[in-house]
């Protein structure tokens, strides 16, 4: 199997062989190393202040996106989000799940966020903003410089969902001033799915604490209270922690967070510019590096990811929610992947295109 998909993803063959491993028992002291080792290398990656804490929790992204909005905002809070596709509604459903006051931004599917669209927003009492950097329904990532310059001229507390740009677009939460980031074991961390990371600055830290949440399981001040002896309130995935170990320090040793985004960066810019051959298009102009959307310029009558899939033992991701009738697929660039798996795609592709499918 060859995975393009959007998470999980390809894995290393450490990875692989850390799951492979018999589950050791986690209340121990060699356990905690492990885990407190995790914080430092996120809290690096990341570019995190001295002061800022990570959680691990059991859970899918979406358990780190409703745990965040859950322990950091109060009925106090007025909540500026984007949403320009699946993910950005989520905020915006959580927010409204949990009785917190808030507006989005509503941005056509695959288009790019303006400081015009912004601009609009300014002294309209606002404490909080949430954005999914990379909205990955559609590709786009949003302008974190943009987003950073709003949120300090007007004092927001900015919350970034990083579930698939961590590791494939630079964000450094010290220089762009981010409170809260989330992502995912899935991604571009290449591990298999089961742990969402939340990283938290001084000032978010200061809120969960000052804060009452109305959970067992997410909350967050009892998740950080455990983390000061590198253990969790409750058993956590741990073999997926195991990896995620390995996996940091793969990363640091090959270069560190900044060789992954560039390694991304290209294996994105290669398929680019190899799909150009075929009567496809990629129409976004502000697509991360962790995902590319292809379009066709008419419907067509089969269905590629499904042939790739059975026929060609290739996965890649299908359009989601129906956003965008004329998109065929999402192909991702995180994960154990290369230049010349690129080219085993492009070449199933054009052996599609022969048979006359497309």
């Not at 990875?15 to 028992?25: C, D, H, I, N, R």
């Not at 410089?145 to 004092?155: A, G, H, Q, T, V």
């Not at 909350?219 to 940091?248: E, F, S, V, W």
Request: hydrophobic share 40%; glycine share 6%; net charge negative.
């Amino acid at each position: 199997m060859l995975n393009f998909a959007l998470g999980p993803v390809m894995s290393s063959d450490l990875v692989l062989k850390v799951g492979s491993e018999q589950t050791p028992y986690f209340r121990t002291p060699e356990f905690s190393k492990i885990t407190l080792e995790n914080e430092k290398l996120m809290k690096e990656m990341l570019f995190a202040d001295e002061d800022s804490k990570v959680i691990f929790l059991t859970g899918s992204g979406t358990s780190g996106m409703e745990a965040t909005v859950m322990n950091v905002f109060t009925e106090n809070d007025k909540v500026l989000i984007v949403n320009g596709g699946g993910f950005g509604q989520r905020f915006v459903d959580l927010c409204k799940l949990h009785n917190i006051d808030c507006d989005d931004i509503k941005i056509d599917f695959g288009s790019c966020l303006t400081s015009q669209m912004l601009e609009e927003y300014d002294n309209k009492g606002y404490t909080a903003f949430m954005v999914n950097i990379c909205e990955t329904s559609s590709g786009v990532h949003y302008d974190i410089d943009l987003i950073s310059d709003f949120c300090r001229r007007n004092n927001l507390f900015l919350v970034v969902d990083a579930v698939s740009s961590f590791l494939a677009d630079y964000i450094n939460m010290s220089e762009h001033g981010v409170d809260v980031v989330i992502t995912g074991s899935q991604k571009a961390l290449a591990c298999p799915p089961g742990i969402a990371i939340i990283t938290l600055s001084g000032r978010a830290v200061d809120r969960v604490n000052n804060n009452s949440c109305k959970s067992m399981y997410f909350d967050l001040k009892d998740m950080l209270l455990n983390a000061k002896r590198g253990q969790t309130p409750y058993t956590p995935a741990i073999t997926i922690l195991l990896q995620i170990n390995a996996r940091l320090n793969q990363i640091k040793n090959d270069g560190g967070v900044k060789v992954e985004i560039e390694r991304t960066t290209n294996l994105a810019n290669d398929f680019r510019n190899k799909i150009k051959e075929f009567p496809f298009e990629v129409r976004c102009k502000c697509l991360s590096n962790a995902v590319t959307t292809v379009h066709s310029k008419e419907i067509l009558d089969v269905n590629i990811v499904e042939i790739l899939k059975n026929e060609y033992d290739i996965w890649v991701s299908t359009a989601r929610d129906d956003l965008s009738k004329d998109m065929i697929f999402r192909v991702g660039h995180m994960g154990d992947l290369s230049t010349e798996d690129n080219d085993t795609l492009i070449d199933a592709l054009r052996d599609i295109q022969k048979r006359g499918l497309f």
